[in-house]
């Protein structure tokens, strides 16, 4: 009898086995080695190995005008994005859950199918469209009359041309969430509202948004976490020009990593962002969480 309940204590852990060797081969060891590498003064065209040089990396990266010139480009790519992205969000899954059942289905592939585009071909089709010469945009701005408006190679445009095409590509996934959580919403309080008199506005203020709060905390450290790594955007539409205002910082580490073989700095970049990322999610976390 105790040997069959030793079998049943380890029978979890067997059928748990596959996913913890998968996590460990690609996750925890790529982590590690990152770790490793951003102690290291590892360059792949120098003919010398490997160098234990400390936090030398992280010195340098906090010393490199480039470095936080990249990382101002990303905090103003996050501060635009995320909240424009979860307000916009909330509203259309407000919207289409307000709607008909039979229109539910098209409202949410309409706003989902951008998201199944991959990020090449929704950057270039952007890119099209917002050309100076012969895009989309200006040639419909031209009918009335406003003249070429430089989406993508005007400092002051740039940035946000990409945070308009990140809103039209990324929007669906935090609706979809956002719906989700809606409908798991009981009818009962929505039912006791309108016993009270309680409608329109008052039942979302009241019922839905304080209900959703835990769906809404997801999708803010999750919109922020992925507008911190943003890197497929401006690397399609604008190169990381003009003059480098939106040269964000995975591109930066992307350049110094594998355009300029030195893996060391890199990583230690990306150490960098990674503690930015759990701190921003840390202060989140503590500014929402449930009482």
């Known amino acids: 009898m105790t040997h069959r309940l ?18 460990a081969v690609f996750l925890l060891l790529p982590l590690a080695f990152g770790l490793w590498l951003s102690v290291m003064r590892y360059e792949l ?13 992280y010195r340098e990266a906090f010393g490199d005008p480039y ?19 979860v307000l916009i969000a909330l509203a259309l899954a407000l919207g289409i859950s307000a709607s008909s059942p039979r229109r539910q289905h098209i409202y949410r592939l309409l706003v989902f ?24 945009f200006n040639a419909y701005l031209e009918r009335f009359g406003i003249a070429h408006i430089p989406w993508l190679t005007d400092t002051r445009l740039a940035m946000k041309s990409i945070v308009l095409m990140t809103l039209w ?3 669906g996934g935090p609706v979809v969430i956002l719906l989700a959580g809606i409908k798991q919403i009981p009818d009962v309080y929505y039912e006791a509202a309108a016993l009270d008199g309680a409608t329109g506005w008052k039942r979302v203020l009241h019922i839905t948004l304080p209900m959703l709060k835990p769906v809404l905390l997801f999708v803010v450290v999750l919109n922020v976490i992925g507008a911190f790594q943003v890197f497929g955007q401006p690397f399609m539409m604008t190169a990381g020009g003009p003059e480098r205002s939106t040269f964000v910082l995975v591109q930066y580490i992307y350049v110094s990593s594998f355009l300029n ?15 930015l990322i759990s701190a921003f999610s840390i202060v989140q976390f503590r500014l929402m969480k449930e009482k």
């Open 67 to 85: 470095f936080w010139k990249a990382l101002w480009a990303t905090a103003r790519f996050v501060v635009l994005t995320s909240p424009l992205t």
């Open 6 to 23: 030793r079998l049943r204590d380890f029978s979890g852990y067997a059928f748990l086995l596959p996913y913890l060797v998968l996590f």
């Open 113 to 136: 199918l951008p998201t199944m585009i991959t990020i090449s071909v929704a950057g270039l089709l952007w890119r099209w469209m917002l050309s100076t010469d012969f895009g989309l």
């Open 45 to 57: 065209l120098s003919p010398e190995p490997p160098k234990f040089i400390g936090f030398d990396n």
């Open 169 to 171: 590509w990324t929007i």
């Open 261 to 275: 073989y030195r893996l060391g700095y890199g990583a230690a970049m990306s150490w960098i962002l990674f503690a």
